[in-house]
């Protein structure tokens, strides 16, 4: 009740004062009203500062628009950006060609060759325990086992 009751005090929805040894907890009707007002009036203010901000970055950007002269300069400037992004992205896809000899590749490949050699060796086990489980308990044996499974006989662990 504490947590909650503190937490209507910081947002100023309850009032709170603290007489003697007692913490007494209050909120008129109209204080609720009266708050709320005063956020949507902030609220309000703020927004229209904004609305007032975006029309005068409108009428920046229009202007700059009227004064920016098209000259040869220019033009010359956006052509060689366009050469140069095209460029850019034959020799993005020139690398990407030789990606697999990048050396942190075939290291992450390394690296997954072998968490996959050691999840193979682990399954490998748990077939040869089952195996040897189902020999011990039932008596049959490795081979028929193998055969009404699919377990191919030459089955092994990989080095």
Do not use: H
């Amino acid at each position: 009740a504490v947590v909650s009751t503190q937490s209507l005090v910081d947002d100023d929805m309850v009032c709170a004062e603290k007489i003697g040894t007692s913490n007494y907890f209050w909120c008129f009707p109209s204080q609720a009203v009266l708050s709320r007002k005063r956020k949507l009036e902030e609220i309000t203010t703020e927004v229209e500062g904004l609305k007032k901000r975006k029309a005068n970055n409108g009428a920046a950007i229009e202007e700059a628009k009227k004064l920016r002269v098209e000259g040869a300069e220019r033009s010359e400037l956006l052509e060689e950006i366009g050469v140069k992004e095209k460029m850019l992205a034959a020799v993005t896809n020139e690398v990407l060609k030789y990606k697999e000899c990048d050396p942190e590749f075939l290291e992450q490949k390394k690296k997954e060759i072998l968490t996959s050699k050691e999840s193979i060796n682990r399954w490998t086990d748990n077939i040869f325990s089952v195996q040897s489980w189902c020999k011990n308990k039932f008596s049959i044996e490795t081979k028929t086992m193998c055969q009404n499974f699919g377990i191919p006989e030459e089955l092994d662990y990989i080095e």
